[in-house]
């Protein structure tokens, strides 16, 4: 099987880099060295190939070394049919354009599934711990690189929320405008259909996945649940189905939606329900629970991409080692073998079950990385 391969990476001005190259030749790349001194910024340069958006700040402007006002992220990788090539450009006074293959893009989305990749990181805790945003993130940015058709409906929905939630702070000051509403109902009860569906679609395939997974990493002790929480009930798959319960909704709840200036209920409320042994892991989960929880929700974005695409993604692993034991250690190297993966880390370590000839390694100091001759170790 050709596993997606990243070959090489240009940085120019991109965080605290300068000027950066990188060739690789292997398909596990390890990036150790001192807190602050770049290594997360390599794995934030590909993610933000991979999807058009950093995963640590939505402004495009931190992206580029303080003092220059533009900068550029360069990707060569290789796929079963051949070489491609993914550009974007930052610029403090513009909005970033992507080229691929040379051809700009038009959209951000015409990005989406050329380059998947999933990202593991300390801060995954927060799909556990945090609120509903981080959830519903997490299903947002894996869906979007399955299908761009998503991630289109995404960015229309966001547009047609403001726009009814403005109208609804209008009606307070000019009641004949809510003439109007209906026609807003009916634009976001459409696109919203569309949205939940593929949501619940992702998370019963995330949940058959990690149940398997959990229940291998506890030693067959634990049960991993994961359901979707929808805003509205639904018991239908049916797009027009949905769609007319969410409007039904929509224009029941009128009245107070535009006494408050806001559109309660719809798929910007929706959850994620995780629970092991039939308890709820947020709330009463330990926090070992808690890492192995995100630890198969990760594996299973894995294996889904794989079963949608035909194709495993690249894996990013920023500093996340020394937060897991020995075991879940091998749980998740046991996936190296089928996917490219970059690593982070503070030391380095042994990892179970590689072996050191097969890392690609980088000592990683203010901004420069230098290659490591591992025989020298």
């Known amino acids: 099987m050709q596993i997606l391969q990243i070959k090489a990476l240009s940085l120019n001005n991109f965080r605290n880099y300068i000027k950066l190259e990188l060739k690789f030749n292997s398909n596990l790349v ?5 807190n ?3 290594k997360t910024n390599i794995l934030e340069s590909i993610f933000l190939s991979c999807t058009g958006r950093s995963h640590r700040t939505p402004k495009d402007r931190e992206l580029i070394f303080w003092d220059k006002d533009e900068a550029s992220v360069k990707i060569l990788y290789s796929k079963e049919e051949g070489d491609s090539l993914i550009e974007i450009f930052l610029d403090s006074k513009e909005r970033k354009k992507i080229h691929i293959n040379g051809v700009p893009a038009q959209r951000l989305g015409e990005l989406m599934g050329h380059l998947n990749s999933v990202l593991f990181s300390p801060e995954d805790l927060k799909l556990v711990k945090g609120g509903p945003g981080e959830r519903r ?3 947002d940015m894996e869906i979007s690189q399955i299908k761009p058709r998503y991630f289109y409906s995404l960015q229309q929905h966001n547009r047609i929320l403001k726009q009814r939630n403005n109208l609804l702070k209008e009606i307070q000051q000019n009641s004949s405008l809510r003439k109007t509403l209906p026609i807003w109902n009916e634009q976001l009860a459409k696109v919203s259909a569309y949205i939940m569906l593929q949501r619940k679609f992702f998370i019963d395939s995330i949940y058959n996945i990690s149940k398997r ?3 291998e990493i506890s030693a067959n002790g634990e049960e991993l649940e994961v359901w979707y929480k929808p805003s509205i009930s639904f018991d239908t798959d049916n797009l027009d189905e949905i769609a007319e319960i969410l409007l039904e909704v929509l224009q029941k709840n009128e009245e107070n939606d535009i006494k408050r200036g806001i559109t309660e209920r719809g798929c910007h409320r929706d959850d994620m329900l995780i629970n092991i042994n039939g308890i709820d892991v947020k709330t009463f989960g330990s926090q070992g629970q808690q890492r192995t929880t995100v630890l198969s929700l990760k594996l299973s974005e894995i294996e889904l991409m794989y079963k949608e695409t035909g194709e495993y ?3 990013l692993l920023d500093d996340v080692m020394s937060e897991l034991d020995n075991f ?3 749980m998740l190297l046991s996936y190296l073998d089928k996917v490219q993966t970059f690593i982070t880390t503070t030391e380095l370590m042994n990892l179970p079950g590689i072996k050191m000839q097969d890392i690609e390694l980088y000592e990683i100091n203010k901004g420069n990385a230098s290659k490591y001759c591992i025989n020298a170790l």
């Open 137 to 139: 993130r997490f299903i």
């Open 36 to 38: 602050a001194q770049g």
């Open 328 to 330: 879940r250690q091998k």
């Open 213 to 215: 997974i959990h229940k």
């Open 30 to 34: 390890v990036f150790f060295g001192r």
């Open 313 to 315: 993604p690249i894996l």
